[in-house]
């Protein structure tokens, strides 16, 4: 319910697949707003803050903050969604006194109002967004790092027989000192990418659009191909990816 942001899936497998892509990714989107403003004190907001909220459809994401000066001193920050999208996003309206802290996110068009809690050490608030209300406490940390996943490193393509007709499917792998970062995108819906939460045991090769949609499948003994199935809203459809180059 907002403009297409980082998580936007625009045409469906089915109307179900819309449906579900989009609440999952605005409500993390949106939830990613969250740590906008300063705490009691506006110098303690300043680092890193994390918090988990749980979507309306059950599924549990965290949401990271990140908060700094600006050379008029300012508070400023940004925020991410892990689980969910790799890109980042500012954040507006920063209100704040030494006991509460409300903000907006429009691109999201969501709101967050919460209070400092001096036991906790934490903002203890909720984000509303379409309706929903959804409780999140953001304490001091970070992600942690990605796993590493290894022997998938590189661009995969695929497509998909849907009832509205094929779509293609993209997976970029990459890993590098921080661990495994694998990204999905299916071009005939959107071009913005969600996070893929990869595995392998062998040859058994599988990810998750937490929330959304899931493969699984094997490797081929020369590693060029992943063939297997793809599973969302109780839709099983066969799919093979091959690697590029």
Do not use: C, N
Not at 114 to 126: E, N, Q
Request: no cysteine; charged share 20%.
């Amino acid at each position: 319910a907002a403009m297409r942001p980082p998580f936007s899936l625009a045409a469906p497998f089915a109307r179900a697949y819309l449906h579900r892509m989009t609440t999952a990714r605005l409500a993390i989107l949106s939830l990613a707003a969250l740590a906008a403003s300063a705490p009691a004190f506006a110098e303690d907001a300043v680092g890193d803050w994390i918090g988990q909220v749980k979507t309306p459809s059950g599924v549990e994401l965290s949401l990271a903050a990140h908060f700094r000066k600006a050379a008029d001193g300012k508070l400023e920050g940004y925020a991410e969604s892990p689980d969910q999208s790799p890109m980042t996003l500012a954040m507006a309206e920063l209100l704040a006194t030494s006991e509460t802290l409300d903000f907006s996110l429009p691109l999201v068009r969501a709101r967050y109002a919460g209070a400092w809690d001096p036991a906790a050490k934490a903002w203890v608030g909720a984000l509303t967004q379409g309706g929903a209300v959804m409780p999140l406490t953001l304490t001091r940390g970070v992600p942690p790092p990605r796993p590493v996943v290894t022997g998938l490193d590189g661009s995969w393509s695929g497509k998909v027989a849907a009832p509205q007709g094929e779509l293609r499917l993209e997976l970029s792998v990459t890993t590098d000192a921080r661990g495994t970062l694998a990204t999905f995108k299916s071009p005939d819906q959107s071009p913005l990418p969600l996070i893929a939460h990869l595995r392998r045991s062998g040859e058994d090769v599988g990810f998750e659009l937490r929330g959304i949609a899931e493969f699984a499948g094997k490797l081929s003994t020369d590693g060029a191909t992943l063939t297997g199935e793809w599973r969302q809203s109780g839709a099983v459809l066969p799919v093979t990816f091959k690697k590029a180059g």
